[in-house]
């Protein structure tokens, strides 16, 4: 007698996932695989980068620049107003995100990088396929290595009423889990000490802010689109 015995053999085969999982909450080493840069519905300018991460392809969509409109893109400085009547300037936190990644491996701020246009793969999400397609690339940047701060997010589907897990970039580090302030400034390692012991292994909402503590029900990967933007400095 075998109790195994009465398992069709499709169902138990032995896949090499790639990309496909939600990682947990933590510090990873990554790589830059590749990336590119676009402009979304909103014509607000998009990177989407694939970081290696444990062998394994992990898209994420970050925006540099606020909503635009028809007619251009959307800007990089907003300014917003302050109760008393003030005005202060305010960057997306993707550029910050994106600013401390070429600094820490390039050495370099956005404002310093040299953008090329030349053919990448870029995701269609409504065909699931890859299709070729013209977009601008920073100039160095695939192959870079550092440390990265993930988030495990979780959330419902406006869509489908489903859960949605998916991942988001925290931090970027060095490989000696300094951040970009900690290097500017000379200083040790304490901000990523600091997320781990607070937040390391735990769900959070879609803003990244408060734990979920329900069971995880479903994965997805995130979606992006569309036409290719520079920062606007061609």
Known sequence: MNIFGNVDDSLVKDKD??????????????????????????????????????????????????????????????????????????VKPGYVTLNSLTKITMGKSLKEVSQVKKMVEVQNWETKNKEKKQAYVIEGLDGVKFNVGIIHKQYESQASGKLKDTNAIDKIYNENNQTLSEIENNAPSTYADKFMSEKAGKIFDVYGRNEVTHVVAEQSNTSDDDDVSPFGND
């Open 17 to 90: 996932n790639s990309g496909s999982f939600v990682l947990n909450t933590g510090i990873y080493k990554a790589t830059v695989k590749s990336h590119y840069l676009t402009n979304n519905a909103k014509n607000a300018v998009e990177a989407h980068l694939t970081l290696d991460i444990n062998g394994g392809d992990h898209n994420f969509t970050i925006a540099l620049t606020w909503d635009g409109d028809n007619s251009k893109i959307g800007s990089i400085v907003k300014d917003f107003k302050t109760k008393q009547g003030g005005v202060f300037k305010k």
